[in-house]
């Protein structure tokens, strides 16, 4: 099993962590899969406005054309999930951004979530990303802290505090679960939930999770999502997270004290992955980005 990981972001130093955090979930998630990443060619080195957002999508189309072949799932690794429906079409293969696979999580029965990510400017297109997912106004918190996600990758350990308090905010505001979304953000749940007192899922555990799930549907029946701070089992009788009157154990030995995951949540799966696009289309599409970018490099 083969996992594209592509990050949207120029940063290398984003694309590292993310590799890194990602090898360390598969087994922890209860999956095993050989992954590949690669960084974006051009483009912001953090996307944190509407205009590098718009220049990522082009990249990852890019990045999907060099490097898809021979991959067996592929995952957009940075939140906000740029040029995510334009990749899909594209694949061939099951394809998942960060932000979609972590809003199943809200259609598991939830009445709210929140989203906690970094820099302000993301607040307003995540609603809208939540929005044109079909998400209903409200049901998804979208909440910012100021440092943008570089920042945050830059000193993880510095931002967890200020995650931490706009992880609990959202949860006084209503959220059953709270994902922390972003690259930068990759591996800081179990830190961001033991200083808040809060399940928190990293969307990243949300992604491989679910692009594992609809590539080898039975192979990835592995024990479920895992919020740090709470447990959100593996279906109807798991064990952890409080739902059996015992103590809560999470990602990272989160141990008590803590909110409890919703029973409900179980494996997060994401539909949008489950039914890969035609293999055809993913001969000319391609080849046409790639004449698409040399036209571009004769203009210039």
Same mark, same amino acid.
């Given at each position: ?18 590799? %890194?955090?990602?090898?360390?979930a ?34 990852v ?5 060099? %490097? ?26 099951p ?8 809003l ?7 009445? *709210? ?9 993301w ?49 006084r ?51 479920g999502? *895992? ?49 890969p *696009? ?14 698409? *970018? ?5 203009r210039?």
């Amino acid at each position: 099993m083969k996992l594209l990981l592509i990050n949207g972001n120029t940063d290398p130093a984003i694309t590292a962590r993310v590799r %890194h955090h990602a090898q360390a979930a598969l087994p922890r998630l209860g999956l095993s899969a050989e992954l590949h990443a690669v960084t974006a060619r051009f483009g912001a080195r953090y996307i944190a406005s509407r205009a590098s957002a718009a220049i990522a999508g082009h990249a990852v189309l890019e990045a999907l054309a060099d %490097h898809g072949a021979g991959m067996d799932g592929i995952i957009i690794a940075c939140f906000g999930d740029p040029g995510l429906d334009a990749a899909k079409e594209l694949a061939g293969v099951p394809l998942v951004g960060m932000a979609e696979a972590s809003l199943a999580v809200a259609r598991a029965g939830l009445r *709210r979530i929140g989203f906690i990510t970094g820099g302000a400017a993301w607040v307003p297109m995540l609603e809208e990303f939540c929005l044109s997912r079909g998400l209903p106004a409200g049901q998804v918190l979208v909440r910012a802290v100021a440092p943008d996600g570089a920042r945050i990758a830059a000193d993880p350990e510095g931002a967890v505090a200020e995650l931490a308090e706009a992880v609990r905010a959202a949860a006084r505001d209503g959220a059953e679960a709270v994902v922390l979304g972003g690259a930068g953000l990759a591996g800081l749940a179990p830190a961001v939930a033991a200083a808040s007192g809060v399940a928190v899922l990293d969307s990243l555990d949300c992604a491989l999770l679910a692009v594992m799930q609809a590539a080898v549907p039975v192979r990835a029946a592995g024990p479920g999502l *895992r919020a740090a701070g709470g447990v959100a089992g593996g279906g109807a009788g798991a064990r952890g997270g409080g739902a059996d009157g015992g103590p809560q154990r999470g990602a990272g030995g989160v141990d008590g004290g803590v909110m409890p995951a919703p029973k409900n949540l179980g494996m997060v799966a994401c539909p949008a992955a489950a039914t890969p *696009r035609p293999r055809s289309n993913t001969t000319a599409q391609p080849s046409m980005i790639r004449r698409s *970018r040399r036209s571009d490099t004769r203009r210039a």
